[in-house]
């Protein structure tokens, strides 16, 4: 809905939808994937020290991840529009499959780092492809919803996989976790095949049409780029920083720590749905403003409340529910400015660009901490969340003069 000025576009949407059985199938392989990938996260290490690994080596297992995403989501993107997403989701799945046989009967770090590259392009090449996908059964009258759908079912995937790994490790082996990755991959895999097959989006007779002479994507496309990579500066200064203030000033455990980030991701798991419906009812940008402001209060509260421990705990809750809203927004305007053709490569470079935002983050507030202090690095995160909701104003503007100019012209046609 951001921008349009056409508003036969916006009234003829909803005479087709997508069937909800597909979009349960799509939600349930991005829980499977998900629960795959979050599965072997925390074991990943610890089974690389069994194997000898050196601490820089262990680090490197964490970066490559992240550098072989940043890298792979563009190319992924683009060939995804070629050859169709429903093919580059299978094609993904079936290499996570292989990535946990590999991770499984690995005998050195050369092996591990090898399949976790592996694993890297299927994470970053799931993300793309299923988001894309989303954006070719939905329409604008519809995307905000089954955004939330989906997120919902991933967040469920996080919380559920860490847990099985570890009861997994614990009773069966540390190899355990990695069949798991190969075998719920597998089933995503295999339920993939129900998936149709779809190249354009054939529910919305006036969506974005591809034009092979126009280069230029929506400059708003721009703006919400710059937003989200600023949004992800902002989350790799948390996450950086985060566990080591809660455990060097407010003294709290490692077991204390972990569930500030598991009831945040319950808080997400929880509204999903809701804030897609917000999104689809009330407007993108209301649910990402009100998402960004939520995200605001955590850090200005680590920094102000820390003694206050059921305010801090609110917060988590509330940054955990303004995560998942802001990441609606964004993800449901993507798909709305998206021309069809495009879809897979915007999801793509957008990806990568996050994957950049989130390590500057990271970096900037190690170099805040060391520099000055971590109380000043909360402060940077609060500032560029500010940043970004001003940076949402115009796009708000925009969007609330045409969902009033569309008011009008369903008035002027019932008269």
């Given amino acids: 809905m951001i921008p349009s000025t056409n508003h036969i576009d916006n009234l003829d949407e909803s005479t087709s939808s997508p069937p909800r ?46 550098f072989v995403r940043f890298v792979i989501q563009p190319i992924i993107g683009n060939y995804s529009d070629k050859w169709g997403h429903r093919r580059v989701i299978q094609t993904m799945l079936a290499l996570f499959t292989i990535a946990g046989l590999g991770y499984a009967v690995g005998e050195n770090i050369q092996s591990l780092l090898f399949f976790r590259s592996i694993q890297a392009i299927a994470v970053g090449g799931l993300s793309v492809s299923i988001r894309a996908y989303i954006n070719q059964i939905t329409t604008k009258n519809n995307r905000g919803g089954v955004n939330g759908t989906i997120s919902a079912m991933q967040n469920a995937g996080s919380l559920l996989g860490p847990v099985v790994g570890g009861v997994a490790a614990d009773w069966l082996s540390i190899q355990a976790p990695f069949y798991l990755l190969s075998f719920f991959s597998l089933i995503g895999l295999i339920l993939s095949f129900s998936l149709p097959n779809v190249k354009f989006n054939q529910y919305n007779i006036d969506s974005n049409k591809h034009d092979k002479k126009q280069t230029r994507w929506p400059n708003t496309l721009y703006l919400l780029a710059g937003i989200n990579i600023l949004e992800f500066v902002g989350l790799g200064i948390w996450v950086t920083l985060w566990p080591i203030f809660a455990s060097e000033t407010m003294h709290w455990n490692s077991s204390l720590i972990g569930l500030s980030f598991s009831v945040s ?117 609060a500032s560029i969340l500010m940043i970004c909701i001003i940076g949402y104003i115009p796009l708000f503007i925009t969007e609330m003069r045409t969902r009033k100019q569309n008011k009008t012209y369903e008035e002027e046609l019932t008269q």
């Fill in 21 to 66: 059985p597909n979009i349960m199938l799509l939600g349930l392989l991005m829980a499977l994937s998900t629960m795959a990938n979050s599965i072997v996260a925390p074991m990943l290490p610890i089974y690389a020290t069994k194997l000898n690994a050196t601490s820089t080596q262990i680090g490197l297992l964490v970066s490559i991840f992240g």
């Fill in 265 to 381: 991701a319950l808080a997400s798991l929880i509204t999903a749905p809701v804030w897609g419906k917000i999104s689809d009812l009330y407007g993108r940008t209301i649910s990402g403003i009100t998402g960004l402001l939520f995200l605001l209060i955590q850090p200005v509260a680590v920094v102000l409340f820390n003694h206050n421990f059921v305010l801090l705990w609110l917060c988590f809750v509330l940054a955990g529910a303004g995560g998942t809203g802001y990441f609606n927004a964004y993800y449901t305007i993507v798909g709305d400015l998206s021309p069809d053709g495009d879809v897979g490569k915007i999801q793509g470079v957008l990806g990568a660009a996050s994957q950049l935002g989130n390590s500057a983050g990271s970096i900037l507030g190690s170099f805040i901490w060391q520099a000055l202090t971590i109380q000043i690095a909360f402060w940077t995160d």
